[in-house]
C-alpha cells in the first residue's frame, strides 16, 4: 500500500494531507514527502519500521492524479511508522482522520491507522476490509467489538481520499461514525454497534493494527 497521512483534530485527529488548513485544534500532519516528520508544531515525528520508506519514487498512471511529491510505501506485511509518545485521540473525544491511500493488494487486510489496545471498545483502527464482509476493499472503523464498513472498493491502484468522523453525542458508538471516500459520504455495507472508549496506551500507527 502507498499513502500519505496527515492529523489535524477538533480534539479531533484528522490524518490527511497536503492541502489542509493547519488551524489550532490540528493534531499531527505527515506527507511523507521526504521523511516522517510532522509538519505542526506539535513535534510529533514518526519513526519507519521493517523497511517503510518515503520519497518520490512512485508510479503513477499517465495522468493520475497525486497529492505532494511523494509518499508512504508499504509491503501490507510488517512495514509501518510508529509515531511514538503519541497515544492519539482517547477516551469519547470527538475525532477525524483523514489519509490519501492507494491500495492494489485484494482480499489484504490493509491497515491504514491505529491506536490504543486490541481489547474490547479500546482499539481505533481504520484499515481496508478483507474477506470478512460484504465488500472486500471497502474502508472500515473498528473498536473491538464493533465496526462500520464502507461500498467503496479502494483495492483498485488508483489514489484515493478516506476519511473517517466521529462527534461524541453522549452515547459514544462506532455507529456514530461517518466514512467518506472521496469527499463523499460512504453508504454503510455491515455494522455492528459497540461502544468507543480509546485508551491512552499504544502508541499511534500508520500502517498496522
Not at 90 to 119: E, F, L
Not at 154 to 175: C, E, I, M, R
Request: aromatic share 8%; hydrophobic share 35%; glycine share 12%.
Amino acid at each position: 500500500m502507498i499513502y500519505r497521512l496527515a492529523i489535524p483534530v477538533l480534539i479531533t485527529i484528522f490524518f490527511s494531507a497536503h492541502q489542509i488548513s493547519l488551524g489550532q485544534n490540528l493534531e499531527g500532519h505527515w506527507t511523507f514527502d521526504s521523511d516522517f516528520t510532522d509538519s505542526t508544531s506539535n513535534g510529533r515525528d514518526g519513526s519507519g519500521a521493517s523497511g517503510a520508506s518515503v520519497g518520490s519514487n512512485i508510479t503513477n498512471a499517465a495522468g493520475e492524479f497525486q497529492v505532494g511529491s511523494g509518499a508512504l510505501t508499504l509491503d501490507g506485511s510488517d512495514e509501518h511508522v510508529g509515531i511514538t509518545g503519541y497515544k492519539g485521540v482517547t477516551g469519547t473525544a470527538s475525532r477525524t482522520i483523514s489519509a490519501w491511500i492507494k491500495a492494489d493488494a485484494p482480499n489484504d487486510d490493509q491497515a491504514i491507522v491505529s491506536w490504543g489496545d486490541n481489547v474490547n471498545s479500546n482499539k481505533w483502527t481504520i484499515r481496508i476490509q478483507d474477506g470478512n464482509g460484504p465488500v472486500d476493499g471497502a474502508l472500515r472503523l473498528e473498536v473491538n467489538g464493533g465496526f462500520n464498513v464502507g461500498t467503496t472498493d479502494l483495492d483498485d491502484g488508483n489514489w484515493h481520499h478516506v476519511a473517517v468522523t466521529f462527534s461524541d453525542d453522549g452515547t459514544p458508538n462506532v455507529q456514530d461514525t461517518l466514512l467518506y471516500v472521496d469527499g463523499v459520504l460512504e453508504a454503510v455495507s455491515t455494522s455492528q454497534s459497540h461502544p468507543i472508549n480509546t485508551p491512552n496506551s499504544a502508541h499511534v500507527r500508520a500502517g498496522q493494527h
